[in-house]
């Protein structure tokens, strides 16, 4: 049972009780999708009533703004300068937007691995016959990706390294830093895919030396469908000249120009058309609870959760040695049969190929891990593995 709101101690009780769907549920998939919070509900009300309000003047007063205020928040929370970011409607229109920044003639390989999501390797297979050479890496383990098949796979033709910081079918975490070392040692660029890691792992763009990271409000930044985010470097932003651009990337979008197109300064020139202004505000109030609870704090909260369900979970699955995000798999003949069934006890987790995945969050507890690992193996006992 709950406690009621004069009863919660810690911070993570009181940031519990902003997810209504830990009390009804023991909610594990934010790798999936994180959790709807009370204040993102909200957010989302204040959209509507404004627009209902002021209708189109809307649009030109508190939407831009809150743009730019969510331009800001990311920027904070990864280190950047909020002219390094652009915003997307999803991660596919943000690669999209990146891929037409190259000229492939000269250096036509993009060397990325078989552990990157679907759509991150789709963007670039689509476009072997137009010149582009994709260079696939295999894991070794599943896990992971070693940093030397990166060393190996890149030379003087090599246009960009792909990486995730965090693996989506296994939880380990990349050195991103390593892989924009080998980048920059081939003159290639570097992009992560860090859609597994913002919000849960603290991150510093300038630190790291990645040229272009990308993530979104679905998962551990809380902000739900319909928003995503694109970091470029500022001296690479200032050279790239995007072609798949639409009238925000304008310096002067307002001006309605039609006979010039003038790129605007930074990763805005990247951006597409009307952004989808409910995510936005749904992400801003996302990343607003992750800023306040913060990065570091989260991850040495999410370091215990994920302990207690590996340690649970030791006859389950192979032991590794690996340092994980909040991603436990655990191998399984049939993950959808576990996960129905799973469901039916109000536990929420899911199924990748041969997998199936739990993801802890800070709205979670050390009960709670020990129960969803402690359900699987009942299942087991019941012939569903
Ligand atoms: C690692 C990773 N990249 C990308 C995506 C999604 O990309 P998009 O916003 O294009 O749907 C996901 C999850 O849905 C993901 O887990």
């Given at each position: 049972m709950e406690k009621t709101t004069t009863q919660l101690s810690t911070p993570w009780e009181k940031y519990r009780a902003e997810f209504p769907i830990c009390q009804r549920k023991t909610y594990f998939n934010t790798c999936s999708l994180g959790a709807l919070s009370t204040r993102v509900a909200s957010a989302v009300r204040q959209f509507t009533e404004l627009w209902d309000v002021s209708g189109a003047a809307a649009w030109y007063g508190p939407w831009l703004a809150e743009i730019e205020r969510l331009r800001e928040r990311f920027a904070a929370l990864i280190g950047a300068w909020p002219d390094e970011i652009a915003i997307f409607p999803s991660v596919t229109t943000a690669l999209t937007a990146v891929a037409s920044?190259?000229?492939?003639?000269?250096r036509p390989r993009v060397v990325i691995s078989d552990l990157e999501f679907p759509t991150t390797v789709y963007q670039w297979l689509v476009k072997e016959p137009g010149g582009v050479t994709l260079e696939m890496i295999h894991s070794p383990d599943r896990l992971t990706i070693p940093v030397d098949e990166y060393a190996r796979a890149a030379d003087a033709h090599t246009q960009l390294l792909v990486a995730s910081h965090v693996y989506f079918t296994s939880g380990v975490i990349q050195d991103i830093a390593a892989v924009a070392r080998v980048a920059h040692q081939h003159g290639a660029h570097c992009l992560i895919d860090a859609y597994q890691s913002i919000g849960q792992l603290p991150a510093d763009v300038h630190v790291a030396g990645v040229d272009f990271l990308i993530t979104g409000g679905l998962k551990w930044l809380l902000g739900g469908p319909g928003v995503a985010y694109l970091y470029v470097r500022r001296d690479l932003a200032a050279q790239l000249r995007p072609?798949?651009?639409?009238?925000?990337?304008?310096?002067?979008?307002?001006?309605?120009?039609?006979q010039r197109f003038t790129y605007a300064d930074g990763a805005r020139r990247f951006e597409g058309g009307t952004p989808s202004v409910a995510a936005v505000y749904a992400g801003r109030a996302g990343i607003d609870i992750v800023a306040e609870l913060g990065v570091s704090r989260i991850r040495a909260h999410q370091i215990e959760l994920v302990s207690a369900v590996v340690d649970e979970a030791r006859r389950l699955r192979p032991a590794h040695t690996e340092e994980l995000a909040g991603i436990v798999t655990i191998p399984r003949e049939d993950p959808k049969a576990v996960v129905a069934a799973l469901s039916q006890r109000g536990i929420i987790v899911d199924a990748r190929p041969g997998l199936v995945r739990l993801s802890p969050y800070f709205y979670n507890t050390p009960e709670e891990c020990a129960g969803v690992v402690a359900a699987i193996a009942e299942l087991e006992k019941q012939g569903i593995t």
């Open positions: 920044a190259f000229d492939y003639r000269a072609t798949d651009v639409g009238w925000f990337a304008h310096r002067d979008q307002f001006a309605f120009d039609i």
